[in-house]
């Protein structure tokens, strides 16, 4: 099934399914349970996909044929209840048709969301957390699971930065709509004159990928430390040194990881992590190199926000580069961000 801007590739997908049936049922399918959990996962929503199309391509010829014997017969009756199934059929096209435009290569994995408090002092931080809700809100309307991975609290209130790692299939491909710059518009709970404040987040998302064997680090280009974690994490918080965080010397890259109870599997996920980050900027390089070529690149800088957030003089939420806002700004804070992304796919893909 094609369409510009993607292609589901239902063979290739029942082909899947049938190979992760053969790996479980090997004897040792279960002794890494990571893997086999999330192997498990993957060939349960691979297995919805392909029914969902197989069911929907049946009814639609089914419907097709009863149109042509009720033209035939002059049914009125029959030609008005196809009208009913056409509009479930239009409806359920529509759910499905997102997939379509998962045409990236990274686009069905898991992702590392990590938000940035910007300029705005405590405005900018509680700006931040919002975003964190949002996105966890996001999440579990798409029955995805969320870990916060590493959390740096405010003074007085918010977040300074925050890591998620959201793991369901097309994660990545979703939330990479969401990247960028932030900017919220309102009048300031933290300020005794009530003024208006704007206030920036920086959202950065990355793949997660299993393994990334082309990326070679040098250990003499990390600076590792270590120190007692905060905030979410087991009953070893605060009494050992168990978070882990790794800077890449050369590109000034930094990850943090707490949430695990050891220090070993804190560095374990900060490297897969640092890892992930440094693959995407390879690929990113190659794909500038070619655009720059081209005379098309154009620089995601700070202070070129994505979207607006505005609770005041009116309340609203414009996407800048789709052109689509809404105004009810209280139901995109509690996560219903799908219509921004579906706008933002399609408008990708037209271009």
């Not at 990571?34 to 929503?45: P, Y």
């Not at 609290?153 to 932030?182: C, D, N, P, S, W």
């Not at 590792?224 to 050992?240: E, K």
């Not at 689509?324 to 796919?345: C, K, T």
Request: glycine residues 6%.
């Amino acid at each position: 099934m094609r369409r510009r801007g993607g292609f589901f590739d239902l063979d290739g997908k029942r082909h899947r399914v049938i190979e992760i049936d053969s790996l479980s049922s090997e004897p040792e399918f279960w002794n890494d349970q990571k893997r086999a959990t999330a192997l498990s996962r993957e060939r349960e929503e691979l297995a919805k996909e392909v029914d969902e199309w197989e069911t929907l391509t049946k009814d639609v010829r089914e419907l097709f044929d009863l149109q042509n014997i009720a033209s035939t017969e002059n049914d009125a009756a029959t030609l008005h209840d196809i009208e009913k199934q056409f509009a479930d059929i239009k409806r359920r096209y529509d759910s499905l048709e997102l997939l379509l435009f998962f045409g990236g290569s990274h686009d069905h994995r898991n992702a590392y969301l990590t938000i940035h408090a910007g300029s705005g002092g405590t405005d900018a931080q509680d700006w931040a957390e919002i975003l964190e809700r949002m996105f966890t809100r996001f999440a579990e309307k798409m029955k995805w699971q969320t870990e916060v991975l590493e959390e740096q609290r405010g003074k007085e209130a918010g977040i300074k930065r925050a890591m998620l790692h959201v793991t369901g299939r097309y994660a990545y491909g979703m939330l990479k709509a969401e990247a960028g710059v932030h900017r919220l518009v309102r009048i300031s709970p933290y300020d005794a004159e009530k003024m208006r404040h704007t206030s920036f987040a920086l959202v950065e998302v990355v793949p997660e990928f299993e393994e990334v064997d082309a990326v070679a680090l040098d250990e003499k280009d990390l600076r590792i430390d270590t120190f007692m974690s905060s905030g979410h994490g087991g009953q070893s918080v605060n009494t050992t040194y168990s978070a882990v965080r790794i800077v890449h010397i050369p590109t000034n890259i930094t990850v943090t990881c707490q949430n695990e109870r050891s220090q070993q599997q804190n560095k374990e996920t900060a490297m897969k992590i640092l890892k992930s980050k440094l693959h995407v900027i390879a690929v990113q390089a190659q794909q500038k190199e070619k655009q720059d070529l081209r005379g098309e690149f154009k620089s995601a800088e700070w202070g070129n926000q994505i979207r607006s957030y505005v609770l005041h003089p009116y309340t609203m939420v414009k996407d800048h580069r789709t052109k689509f806002e809404v105004q009810d700004i209280q139901r995109v804070f509690d996560g219903d961000l799908l219509p921004f992304i579906e706008h933002y796919l399609r408008t990708s893909a037209a271009s």
